[in-house]
């Protein structure tokens, strides 16, 4: 009678783990339901800084980060595993190029940072290896300065209608960005950012409609 219950027991908690262990991908997978994939254009990030910003000569877009969002928010610092150079040491001669610590040149950094606040909120759905590839293809598929410059804009420190660089986005897309600006030292709104949705396939393009554009009408670019 002692062993039967015992089985019991043991046909119970076999249920209870194997239960949890298939529903915890879903519960996990509802984490995030988009990606912001963030832009920076380092002559603007190097404004206003005092000491040494490496990129103040780069004019091109580099990849800020991939931010999972979920419900209009960006969800940072959850657990998971910590940045590990070695998981994505294949990827890091593309990253160089494309990703690149805009203020300290420690591009090792920047990857740390970014996979520790918001990459590891994608792990259930993304590993290290995957997230960083998940970034160099949007960046292989979203080039700013050339939708931009098709669209009559190009980079010279004058003002532009924020609609404009956004109607150019769109043309060149079908979908729209979210610009994100910083104050210049005479108040001006300075164009620091373009962000463009992702679903949280990492693929399809969505309009980014959930955030408000920080910017001025005109922004400076
Ligand atoms: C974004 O919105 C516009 C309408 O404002 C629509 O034409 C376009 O298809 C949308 N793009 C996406 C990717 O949903």
Redesign the pocket.
């Given at each position: 009678m002692a062993g039967g219950r015992r089985s019991d027991i043991n046909i119970v908690l076999l249920f209870v783990v194997t239960l949890s262990i298939s529903l915890f991908p879903i519960m996990k997978s509802q984490q995030f339901d988009k990606f912001y994939f963030v832009q920076q254009w380092p002559p603007a990030v190097c404004d206003g800084r005092t000491g040494k910003c490496v990129g103040k000569g780069m004019y091109y877009f580099t990849i800020h980060g991939v931010w999972p969002q979920k419900g209009g928010k960006s969800v940072i610092n959850c657990p998971g595993t910590q940045f590990d150079f070695n998981k994505i040491s294949s990827l890091a001669n593309t990253l160089h190029q494309i990703m690149k610590d805009v203020i300290n040149a420690d591009d090792q950094f920047l990857w740390s940072h970014e996979w520790n606040k918001h990459g590891v909120c994608s792990e259930s759905r993304y590993s290290m290896k995957q997230y960083f590839q998940m970034a160099i293809n949007m960046k292989y598929k979203i080039n700013v300065l050339s939708a931009l410059r098709m669209g009559g804009i190009t980079p010279n420190n004058h003002l532009k209608a924020k609609q404009r660089v956004e109607g150019a986005m769109?043309t060149a897309y079908?979908?729209?960005p979210l610009l994100r600006c910083k104050k210049d030292s005479s108040g001006q709104s300075l164009l620091t950012e373009v962000v463009m949705c992702f679903d949280n396939d990492g693929v399809t393009?969505?309009?980014c409609t959930t955030t408000k554009s920080n910017c001025d009408a005109d922004v400076l670019f």
């Open positions: 769109f079908n979908a729209y393009l969505l309009n």
